[in-house]
């Protein structure tokens, strides 16, 4: 054998030929490192809690997202109240019920929209601005005449797409978030659409 031969030729030790024994040691320390490390965060979250994104513990159930600090009367509680998530990634909104609209839509012949919109806002305090009685900042009125302007511009044709309409929502969506003093909104859904 050669490599026997070697290392007695050149006086060397088996293992400082050889070296196979340090290198495993290693694998098997580093292996077993990473599975105490893993195994210890792993354990973290499920002995100590590990609530560090809030957001998670709500969608688990974990946390309440809303305190079940409602302000006003009954009407308002009707008109608003928090959306069920139910499995979707996006994070759960505070619902606001829009009037029902009635559009002249542009374009040749005489069409019109009709369409009940709800918004789901980002924060309470969004949604209480809203149904104040009081709306110092008229946010419901200039939220009904954005809307009111950008659903005038579509026609007939575009109102009947389903892309068209999606686009609309969307729009609706990032023009009322710009305006909004605090919060945005997250969605806008048609609760009721005709169009003739």
Request: net charge negative.
């Amino acid at each position: 054998m050669a490599w026997e031969e070697e290392s007695i030729e050149t006086g060397a030790d088996f293992q400082e030929v050889g070296g196979g024994k340090n290198k495993l040691k290693l694998i098997i320390i580093v292996l077993v490192v990473g599975g105490l490390a893993a195994a210890g965060w792993f354990f973290k979250d499920k002995i100590f809690g590990g609530d560090d994104n809030p957001e998670e513990a709500v969608k688990e159930g974990k946390m309440s997202e809303n305190n079940g600090d409602k302000k006003g009367g009954a009407s308002e509680e009707d008109d608003t109240e928090s959306m069920d998530d139910e499995g979707d990634d996006a994070a759960a909104g505070f619902r606001v019920n829009l009037e029902k609209f009635t559009i002249n839509l542009s374009g040749e012949g005489q069409h019109f929209l009709v369409t009940s919109i709800v918004l789901e806002v980002s924060t309470e305090a969004l949604r209480d601005e809203f149904i104040d009685v009081d709306d110092k900042a008229l946010t419901m009125i200039k939220t009904r005449d954005q809307i009111n302007s950008l659903l005038r511009t579509k026609t007939y044709a575009q109102m009947r797409d389903a892309d068209e309409v999606n686009e609309a929502a969307d729009e609706i969506k990032h023009k009322l978030s710009r305006k909004l003093r605090s919060g945005k909104v997250l969605s806008v859904y048609f609760s009721e659409f005709l169009v003739d």
